[in-house]
């Protein structure tokens, strides 16, 4: 068996820098930095001592919360909601509290599973892209802050990276492109980054999937009987969702790995926990108890949250919630000394922990690997839940798995890990979530059974006089199909003028198939499953345009002959367009 060498190599640029990762969590949130220096071997740093949060100096993770007072300004966030003042300042005052928000930006299909989650609204006058920017924007303060404290000279090494800083976002696995430039838009509005082209490309992004399997690779926790066609499944379990991705160790030296399965995403981590927590109380006190107000309700939410679910690991045993003095009774509603007893026999406790328990094991059992034993490895902040871990074992006892936690914090792997990714690039394939491609225009062909099936929708070019069928879909690549990273898809195009211009004004639309059709030719074929993605736009000069006769004229139309290349191998999507002059150089 060969060593796995997971060292990190030098860097290779030319030059200083920083790069700065943000964990952007439903409830907490983590970063990490590392200055890259030319030869240098960079170390990640997570940040900790948050401001507000100075006496909790090795947290790494603070609330995803902010504070806005009635004229929509940012009073406080992150670990500076646990400052005294603040909590009474924001009730005398009428601050509005703004929590959840991460899942305002959620991909439109997982809507309905977020029926009656208590998301606060968004302040009047702001946008979620704005929220979530000043959320950013103090993430990104402190991590700043942080680096300058812990680095020797860091006042003249920031004078000199200042204007360059790379920033890497986490996100949940089922994000795409639509969420990425939500974030980048989000990380200009909150000044990481100017809104130039250099800019933009200065914010990177990842899925947590990915980054948390980057952070167990630099921990040292994936060489537990690795070696060169392991299966690897890891199982990031957050406040917001469990993310599951699974790989396949391809090269030991240094290690490299390829996406196996396609990736899942479901919306059910600890926070649902909660509010089904949330969902009992209300149904047991609200109607009769005389501590069924919303004040001591919010109260139970909250102990809960911070200290019984954390801790709950045997259904045989009651669990009991503070919330008032010891002269608080009510034994009609188990309430007791002070404390709500949440039976352990009647299952309560579990129930609330149902659904996640339940995505978990399914996605476990789902990505394991039908021919080898497959290793599972289970981070994020609720993987230190001791009923979830417990239970994630004993539903998935029956198959050929190994699960570990690892023994250190897991809750900043992902905003490690994304550094990791960033530095280190092990994944070399991923899997299509869906299928991409392009919208298309065939040339009319009377011979064709599907042409003819579609003549309404057939039109004739006003240049090229030629006819061609609306409403085709061409495939760059087809959902489940593995991509390596460095692959690039070609799709020729042709765009008829007729006068020859300076310049030719090309955009392309990148399009998303989300049905389950395997062989998808045209857009009626299912056409409430397409989706714009993103687009791309690109100047061509006069040097590319041909002359061409117009059929049946004496006249002459231009050609605009192109290519649309794509990368869709990387974690974000990259196209660029291609043509040839007539000397038959080729320019991009």
Same mark, same amino acid.
């Given at each position: 068996?060969s060593?796995?060498?997971?060292?990190r190599?030098?860097?290779r640029? /030319?030059g200083?820098?920083?790069?700065i /990762?943000i964990?952007?969590?439903t409830?907490?949130?983590?970063?990490s930095?590392?200055?890259?220096?030319?030869?240098q071997?960079? #170390?990640?740093i997570?940040?900790?001592?948050?401001?507000?949060?100075?006496?909790?100096?090795?947290?790494?993770?603070?609330?995803?919360?902010?504070?806005?007072?009635t004229?929509?300004?940012?009073?406080?966030?992150?670990?500076?909601?646990?400052?005294?003042?603040v909590?009474?300042q924001?009730?005398?005052?009428?601050?509005e509290r703004?929590e959840?928000?991460?899942?305002?930006?959620?991909?439109?299909?997982?809507d309905d599973s977020?029926?009656?989650?208590?998301i606060s609204?968004?302040?009047?006058?702001?946008?979620? @892209?704005?929220v979530?920017?000043d959320?950013?924007?103090?993430?990104?303060?402190?991590?700043i802050e942080?680096?300058k404290?812990?680095m020797v000279g860091?006042?003249?090494?920031w004078?000199?990276?200042k204007?360059?800083?790379?920033?890497?976002?986490?996100?949940?696995?089922?994000?795409?492109?639509t969420?990425?430039?939500?974030?980048?838009?989000?990380? @200009? &509005?909150?000044q990481?980054?100017p809104h130039?082209?250099?800019?933009?490309n200065?914010? &990177?992004f990842?899925s947590e999937?990915?980054?948390?399997?980057?952070?167990?690779v630099?921990?040292?926790?994936?060489?537990?009987g690795?070696?060169?066609?392991?299966?690897?499944?890891?199982?990031?379990?957050?406040g917001?969702?469990i993310?599951?991705?699974?790989?396949?160790v391809?090269?030991?030296t *240094?290690?490299k790995?390829?996406?196996r399965?396609?990736s899942?995403s479901?919306l059910a981590?600890?926070?649902?926990v909660?509010k089904?927590f949330?969902?009992?109380v209300?149904?047991?006190l609200?109607?009769?108890?005389a501590?069924g107000?919303q004040e001591?309700?919010?109260?139970?939410?909250k102990?809960?949250?911070?200290?019984?679910?954390?801790?709950f690991?045997r259904?045989d045993r009651?669990s009991a919630?503070?919330?008032g003095s010891?002269? #608080?009774?009510?034994r %009609?509603?188990?309430i007791?000394?002070?404390e709500?007893?949440v039976?352990?026999?009647a299952?309560d406790?579990a129930?609330f922990?149902?659904?996640?328990c339940a995505?978990a094991?399914d996605? !476990?059992?789902k990505?394991?690997?039908?021919?080898?034993?497959?290793i599972?490895?289970?981070?994020g902040g609720?993987a230190?839940?001791?009923?979830?871990?417990s #239970?994630? =074992?004993? +539903?998935?006892?029956?198959?050929? !798995?190994?699960i570990f936690?690892a023994?250190?914090m897991?809750?900043?792997?992902a905003?490690n890990?994304?550094?990791?990714y960033?530095l280190?690039?092990r994944?070399s394939?991923?899997?299509?979530?869906?299928?991409?491609?392009?919208y298309? /225009?065939p040339q009319?062909?009377p /011979?064709d059974?599907? &042409?003819?099936l +579609?003549?309404?929708?057939? &039109?004739q070019d006003?240049?090229?006089?030629r006819?061609? !069928?609306d409403?085709?879909f061409?495939?760059?690549?087809?959902?489940?199909?593995?991509?390596?990273?460095?692959?690039t898809?070609?799709f020729?195009?042709n765009l008829?003028?007729?006068?020859?211009?300076?310049?030719?004004? !090309?955009?392309?639309?990148?399009?998303c198939?989300?049905?389950d059709?395997?062989? @998808?030719?045209w857009t009626? =074929?299912?056409?409430?499953k397409?989706e #714009?993605?993103c687009s791309? $736009?690109a100047? @061509? *000069?006069?040097?590319?345009?041909?002359?061409?006769?117009r *059929?049946? $004229?004496?006249?002459?139309?231009w050609?605009?002959a192109?290519?649309?290349?794509v990368?869709?191998?990387?974690t %974000?999507?990259k196209?660029?367009?291609?043509?040839?002059d +007539?000397?038959?150089?080729?320019?991009?």
């Amino acid at each position: 068996m060969s060593s796995i060498r997971t060292e990190r190599a030098p860097y290779r640029g /030319s030059g200083t820098s920083l790069v700065i /990762s943000i964990d952007f969590g439903t409830t907490f949130s983590g970063s990490s930095w590392a200055l890259l220096e030319p030869q240098q071997i960079p #170390e990640v740093i997570d940040v900790s001592g948050y401001a507000g949060q100075e006496f909790q100096a090795s947290s790494t993770k603070v609330p995803t919360v902010i504070y806005y007072d009635t004229s929509g300004e940012v009073r406080a966030a992150g670990g500076e909601i646990y400052d005294p003042e603040v909590s009474i300042q924001a009730r005398e005052e009428g601050w509005e509290r703004v929590e959840w928000f991460k899942l305002l930006l959620r991909p439109r299909a997982a809507d309905d599973s977020l029926a009656g989650a208590p998301i606060s609204p968004i302040p009047s006058g702001k946008t979620t @892209i704005q929220v979530v920017g000043d959320y950013l924007n103090y993430m990104s303060k402190s991590a700043i802050e942080h680096f300058k404290n812990e680095m020797v000279g860091s006042e003249n090494i920031w004078e000199k990276v200042k204007d360059k800083v790379n920033y890497v976002l986490s996100h949940p696995n089922g994000w795409d492109t639509t969420q990425h430039e939500d974030m980048r838009r989000a990380a @200009i &509005h909150g000044q990481l980054i100017p809104h130039t082209d250099e800019g933009r490309n200065r914010v &990177h992004f990842v899925s947590e999937g990915e980054a948390s399997l980057h952070w167990c690779v630099s921990n040292g926790v994936s060489k537990k009987g690795l070696q060169a066609g392991s299966d690897i499944t890891v199982v990031d379990a957050g406040g917001g969702t469990i993310d599951v991705s699974s790989y396949t160790v391809t090269g030991t030296t *240094p290690l490299k790995l390829k996406e196996r399965c396609i990736s899942d995403s479901h919306l059910a981590g600890s926070v649902f926990v909660t509010k089904a927590f949330e969902d009992f109380v209300r149904a047991k006190l609200e109607p009769a108890s005389a501590y069924g107000d919303q004040e001591t309700i919010s109260h139970l939410v909250k102990e809960f949250d911070k200290t019984v679910k954390c801790v709950f690991r045997r259904k045989d045993r009651r669990s009991a919630v503070s919330f008032g003095s010891y002269r #608080e009774n009510e034994r %009609e509603f188990d309430i007791e000394s002070g404390e709500l007893i949440v039976q352990g026999q009647a299952q309560d406790m579990a129930d609330f922990f149902e659904a996640s328990c339940a995505a978990a094991a399914d996605a !476990v059992r789902k990505h394991a690997s039908p021919t080898s034993r497959t290793i599972v490895f289970v981070v994020g902040g609720f993987a230190a839940s001791p009923w979830l871990y417990s #239970e994630l =074992q004993n +539903r998935v006892q029956d198959l050929n !798995v190994d699960i570990f936690r690892a023994d250190t914090m897991t809750a900043k792997a992902a905003a490690n890990g994304a550094i990791g990714y960033y530095l280190d690039r092990r994944v070399s394939a991923r899997i299509a979530k869906w299928t991409y491609g392009v919208y298309m /225009s065939p040339q009319f062909d009377p /011979s064709d059974k599907e &042409h003819a099936l +579609r003549l309404k929708d057939v &039109h004739q070019d006003s240049a090229s006089g030629r006819k061609f !069928v609306d409403g085709g879909f061409h495939a760059h690549v087809t959902r489940g199909t593995a991509v390596q990273e460095t692959q690039t898809t070609r799709f020729p195009l042709n765009l008829w003028l007729p006068n020859k211009q300076k310049k030719t004004l !090309v955009t392309l639309e990148l399009i998303c198939y989300k049905g389950d059709l395997t062989d @998808i030719s045209w857009t009626d =074929q299912d056409p409430y499953k397409f989706e #714009e993605l993103c687009s791309f $736009t690109a100047r @061509i *000069p006069q040097s590319a345009l041909i002359p061409e006769p117009r *059929p049946g $004229t004496r006249s002459v139309c231009w050609l605009c002959a192109f290519d649309a290349v794509v990368s869709f191998g990387t974690t %974000e999507f990259k196209c660029h367009i291609e043509w040839k002059d +007539r000397q038959g150089v080729v320019h991009r």
